[in-house]
């Protein structure tokens, strides 16, 4: 009576499989191997989080404040009502511009300070998950734009979302709990 339950949930993990008239059988798949492909599932949209921006016509201290409020470390800065991305500002680029002597954040323009667009690395929303995860790695950033390209000009980014490494952590901890469900459709 104790092997029942064990082979329900080895059945329910997916590593056996159950037919009639053959009985249990190992399906091929190692935890690891289903992990995998639970993973490899997962969208950046799936987990992506609300865009932090600012208007392209702020200043570094506006964009200061609203990291502060948000509790961010990145915004990304937007203009037109599409919300077309422009640029990003880290906690790094802000504090780069206050350490210059006679600097007035209330005075620069936020575009002064900010990373700009053809430096941007970005996801899209449904690229994988792991994917976007590889590029923070690869990129040393802790936030990636999720946009998509309007008008297949790539000047023309509406910012959808951000990807960050908070989001990723909190991907593995749901898997680990097991509440990875949650991310399909």
Known sequence: T???PILAILTMSGILDARPRVGYFYTGKNTLGLLQEELSSITVEDIKSVPIVVSSEKSAYDAAITMFLEDVGT???VEGPEGLLHGVVSRKDLLKAALNP???LHQLPVAMVMTPLSKIVTASPEEPAASAARRLMDHEIDCLP?????????????????VTKTNFTRLLVELAEGKG???HS
Do not use: E, H, I, T
């Open 2 to 4: 104790c092997a029942l």
């Open 75 to 77: 915004v990304f800065v």
């Open 102 to 104: 006679g600097s007035d």
């Open 146 to 162: 999720v946009v998509r390209l309007l008008d297949q000009d790539p000047r023309r980014l509406q910012v959808l979302g951000r």
């Open 181 to 183: 469900g949650n991310y």
